[in-house]
């Protein structure tokens, strides 16, 4: 709600290198979004693996913790120029991000698709602190367009999204748990027996609460 009123979002998506037009293309795209009445811009795989060399992650950086001051600049003027017509963003944080060897998770890694290496966040602690490091590096860069708004603090941005289309029971249900690397799989294995024993005094216990 705004003001006590109910607002209704229409929006688009806008995916991978689109989301970091020129200036010239950014205000006109702007300007035709808001002519068409939509109000809000979903900026969804800004990490786009298939796309390397023209996201915010710079990968030619050597890792995917840096990110691309060039593109983040473009994005930047891209929310001013929507926010200048009314449009709202949504900014989408861990969508297609492919991690690398150099990213600290460890070599194994890299036998895992980028959609599966999300998951790790959820019982790894290095990955979770490589979203958190991503979200910082994106949610709190000044905008100079905006004032110095970092986006975490700009009133146009109306969505953050922390993780799409991903968990652990989808991984479970598309067997990958049962495919993971061993470091990733005993990892999560420790984590979850960690939890059983906060649960169940014994293993007798354990075992009649789950049949």
């Not at 998506?13 to 109000?39: I, K, Y």
């Not at 800004?46 to 691309?68: C, F, H, I, M, Q």
């Not at 998951?119 to 910082?136: K, M, N, P, Q, V």
Request: charged content about 20%; hydrophobic content about 45%.
């Amino acid at each position: 709600r705004l003001d006590g009123k109910r607002l209704r979002f229409l929006g688009v998506n806008v995916t991978s290198a689109d989301a970091f037009p020129s200036r010239d293309r950014a205000e006109a795209h702007a300007a035709r979004l808001a002519r068409f009445g939509f109000n809000a811009v979903r900026f969804h795989h800004l990490e786009a693996p298939w796309d390397k060399a023209n996201v915010l992650v710079d990968y030619a950086s050597g890792s995917s913790r840096t990110l691309s001051a060039e593109r983040l600049d473009r994005l930047h003027y891209f929310v001013a120029q929507l926010a200048a017509h009314g449009i709202h963003s949504d900014i989408n944080l861990l969508v297609s991000r492919e991690f690398q060897a150099t990213d600290g998770l460890g070599p194994e890694i890299v036998q895992l698709g980028w959609k599966d290496q999300h998951i790790l966040g959820f019982f790894d602690d290095r990955a979770l602190s490589l979203h958190r490091e991503y979200a910082t590096k994106l949610l709190t860069a000044p905008n100079p367009y905006r004032n110095g708004l970092p986006l975490a603090q700009d009133p146009a941005v109306a969505f953050v999204e922390i993780m799409n289309e991903n968990g652990l029971l989808q991984k479970w249900y598309e067997n990958v748990l049962d495919t993971l690397p061993a470091p990733y799989a005993a990892a999560l294995q420790a984590k979850w027996n960690a939890w059983l024993k906060t649960k169940y005094a014994n293993t007798t216990a354990l075992l009649a609460g789950w049949g």
